[in-house]
């Protein structure tokens, strides 16, 4: 119930495509949905997060999609560039807790080649 | 501001050491949590704390011991270092979003 299932593990795209990471959770009582972004050699950031009160949610090349009935969300990266090559997470949460008790997900290594 | 501090970068123990990973914050945050990442593991909580005083356990807290005597500081420590506690661990902390530190590489050999 509380796992953050991720996939795929790794992903190479040609530069300018799309990169497509998908999460499924289980926990029904999970209401924040953030995606980190780490480089190597660096803690993991926040790069994009949605509520579960709407199905999309974009930020420049950077879009969440939702699906409550399913209970899946994914990161959609449009015109992908060589600098967006990192580990991508997903995680989840109830968001009425604390907000780092996150359950992530176990990474997606993105590889954008030129 | 420098967010979120963590030392060592770098460690190497031998089994059955004990040491201290230091963690510090200057963005007043009450939340204050110690993850580890382990390749293609995600990553998973050992301990957090809501507030000075007060700790509590994450996923992962065997063979680790916290306190939090400031709203600053949270170290984390190892006792009788094992190969399992190899790994990246990172200090976060939070208000709203979660800010992580850069990470200790600790190796236990």
Aim: glycine share 10%; proline share 5%; hydrophobic share 30%.
């Amino acid at each position: 119930q509380q796992q953050v299932k991720q996939s795929p593990q790794s992903l190479i795209v040609q530069k300018g495509g799309i990169s497509i990471i998908n999460c499924a959770y289980e926990n029904t009582a999970f209401d924040y949905f953030p995606w980190y972004q780490q480089f190597p050699g660096k803690g993991p950031a926040l790069l994009i997060a949605i509520r579960p009160d709407v199905s999309e949610k974009k930020e420049g090349r950077f879009t969440i999609s939702f699906n409550k009935s399913a209970k899946q969300f994914s990161l959609h990266i449009m015109d992908s560039q060589p600098g967006d090559s990192a580990t991508y997470f997903c995680a989840a949460n109830n968001y009425g807790g604390s907000q780092g008790n996150l359950i992530f997900g176990k990474g997606t290594k993105l590889s954008v080649k030129p | 501001n420098a967010g979120v501090t963590q030392t060592p970068k770098f460690r190497i123990l031998k089994i059955g050491q004990s040491m201290t990973l230091q963690c510090t914050q200057d963005m007043n945050h009450n939340y204050m949590y110690w993850y580890r990442q382990d390749p293609g593991m995600g990553l998973k909580l050992i301990y957090y704390s809501v507030g000075a005083g007060i700790t509590d356990k994450g996923e992962v807290p065997n063979g680790y011991n916290v306190s939090r005597s400031t709203t600053e500081d949270f170290p984390l420590r190892l006792e009788l270092a094992a190969p399992s506690q190899t790994s990246v661990y990172f200090c976060a902390s939070s208000y709203r979003e979660l800010f992580f530190g850069e990470g200790s590489r600790l190796t236990v050999l």
